[in-house]
């Protein structure tokens, strides 16, 4: 038996809890982008993925606020056209939850959060030195929906921590990345408990 759930019968919202808490883990974009004012703004998102290597493109989806204002980070990466998205992992954790609180658009996340800006190889938006994986990206493409801008980046560069990558075999060393995921509401999930299929 299976509980039939017609999506044209439910809100907006109640979509969004169903959907948001059974497509889990969701990989996690913290994503920094430049205000006008050069201020550097940090925010994290679950509605991220990769779509593709050639080219190499990601995707972020961003609502609105309750408002209906635009966050910071889709104004600004509409604006300027580029982001860094960074994945973080269990010793950068609580900073990435903190960058999801709310300030004034001339207030830095990372400094709220305690984490270090660093610049960028082929942008100018800066990138985060304690997380493990950074890809600098410019915007390939932008859809609307309702209630979301989705952005897709195509990535220039990455930034990996200092022996996370073996770059003659150009493979991860994954016993060395702990990242966390999504699991719905408050949630988060480390990724430890790993097995081998086939």
């Not at 044209?8 to 919202?13: G, S, V």
């Not at 995707?59 to 982001?83: C, Q, W, Y």
């Not at 004034?104 to 997380?131: K, M, N, Y």
């Not at 770059?167 to 060395?176: I, Q």
């Amino acid at each position: 038996m299976t509980t039939l759930v017609p999506f044209d019968t439910l809100t907006a919202h109640q979509r969004y809890k169903l959907m948001a808490s059974l497509i889990v883990p969701r990989p996690i974009a913290l994503v920094t982008t430049l205000s006008a004012g050069g201020i550097v703004n940090a925010a994290p998102f679950s509605m991220f993925n990769m779509l593709g290597e050639d080219p190499p493109i990601l995707m972020v989806s961003i609502n609105a606020h309750d408002s209906g204002a635009l966050k910071d980070t889709a104004v600004n990466i509409a604006r300027e056209k580029e982001f860094v998205v960074h994945i973080s992992d269990e010793a950068m954790a609580e900073k990435m939850h903190r960058c999801g609180d709310r300030l004034p658009s001339d207030q830095s996340e990372l400094l709220h959060a305690g984490l270090t800006p660093a610049a960028s190889a082929r942008i100018r938006t800066p990138r985060i030195v304690e997380a493990p994986v950074a890809f600098e990206c410019t915007l390939w493409q932008t859809l609307e929906t309702a209630s979301r801008h989705i952005f897709i980046g195509e990535v220039q560069c990455l930034h990996a921590r200092e022996g996370l990558i073996d770059d003659e075999k150009w493979h991860v060393r994954l016993d060395d990345f702990q990242p966390v995921g999504r699991f719905g509401a408050s949630l988060y999930t480390s990724t430890r408990d790993r097995f081998t299929l086939g």
